[in-house]
């Protein structure tokens, strides 16, 4: 499966960008996806998932209410809006599919262990 992420880039803090992820080789319908990001100097964090089942999504509390995460089914794409951006949102910012399945199809895992296939991230920077 390949991933291309686009969309990041510099913003002043309180502004706005969409993420997306575009999958080729797999149907993003069938996984789990997941959006992480790695701050400078920062270990990779899980940032918010869709659920293959429902569409069910989750976000770590850091951004909850100000970001959210989608798909397009026909497009086999999912996307982050990025509402509200804080300085600290800046990071480099990874999509990621479940391709072996090793949470349930209702719940995305959180851990950089469930997920096999990796974009090759895009930065965000948010200046205050």
């Known amino acids: 499966v390949q991933l291309v992420e686009s969309g990041g880039g510099l913003v002043q803090a309180g502004g706005s960008l969409r993420l997306s992820c575009a999958a080729s080789g797999r149907t993003f319908s069938n996984y789990n996806m997941a959006w992480f990001r790695q701050p400078p100097g920062k270990e990779r964090e899980f940032v918010a998932g869709?659920?293959?089942?429902?569409?069910?999504?989750s976000y770590t509390d850091a951004v909850r209410g100000r970001f959210t995460v989608s798909r397009d089914i026909a497009e086999n794409t999912v996307y982050l809006q990025m509402d509200f951006l804080k300085p600290e949102d800046t990071a480099v910012y990874y999509c990621?599919?479940?391709?072996?399945?090793?949470?349930?199809?209702?719940?995305?895992?959180?851990?950089?262990?469930?997920?096999?296939?990796w974009g090759q991230g895009t930065q965000v920077t948010v200046s205050s």
């Open positions: 990621a599919v479940d391709s072996a399945l090793t949470s349930p199809s209702w719940k995305v895992g959180t851990s950089i262990a469930n997920y096999a296939d």
């Open positions: 869709i659920s293959r089942s429902l569409g069910r999504m």
